[in-house]
């Protein structure tokens, strides 16, 4: 860095100290290179490049706020800044486990987790137009619908459980699927 770029990088601390938010953009535009690089080799679970951007651009500002520049070098301090501030946030993270797991207890009194909460047991015919359109179909249609779908079995085990061959069960499947699909978007009635 030549001797103008530091007075002049001087001259805008002493202008943003006093409030003037123009120099301290400035400031942080002149900083931008550099960040970028540093940010690129730099992982923390859950950040992004734009976070630790953000991270160093706070830095700055209060590298602006504190660093006294008739004692230190601006530009060193507020590199020193950016990298102890990005290195503290590391130990941090990687010391706590901010992750949460959905079998774990909703509180320390409850018996009960958030899968529990989460769980929706309401698998049966609950909407009413689904269950006029289900209805609509043929009994051997719902049987297959209700065997595939909401009970569980795949297209080989209802095959085999209703004795027809397997892709018989694939036309029935799709051709029901298509009646309740026309039924729900009220192509058919």
């Not at 006093?18 to 970028?36: A, D, R, V």
């Not at 992750?99 to 698998?123: G, P, R």
């Not at 027809?164 to 694939?170: A, D, E, K, V």
């Not at 298509?178 to 009635?189: P, R, S, T, V």
């Amino acid at each position: 860095m030549s001797y103008h770029y530091n007075t002049n990088l001087n001259s805008l601390v002493l202008k943003a100290k006093s409030g003037n938010k123009e120099s301290l953009c400035e400031i942080l535009n002149s900083f931008k290179p550099f960040i970028k690089n540093f940010c690129k080799n730099i992982y923390i679970k859950n950040f992004d490049l734009i976070d630790l951007y953000e991270e160093c651009c706070l830095s700055i500002i209060l590298s602006v706020k504190k660093c006294d520049i008739k004692k230190f070098n601006f530009t060193a301090y507020t590199i020193c800044s950016i990298k102890n501030n990005i290195f503290y946030k590391i130990r941090t993270y990687s010391k706590s486990n901010k992750e949460m797991s959905l079998d774990n207890k909703v509180s320390f009194d409850e018996d009960f987790t958030f899968l529990d909460i989460l769980k929706d047991n309401s698998n049966s015919f609950s909407s009413l137009s689904l269950h006029f359109a289900v209805n609509s179909l043929t009994a051997t249609e719902r049987d297959l619908i209700k065997n595939i779908f909401f009970l569980g079995y795949s297209s080989l085990e209802y095959s085999k459980q209703s004795e027809i061959n397997y892709r018989t069960c694939l036309r029935r499947r799709k051709k029901a699927l298509k009646k309740l699909k026309n039924k729900l978007i009220n192509k058919d009635g």
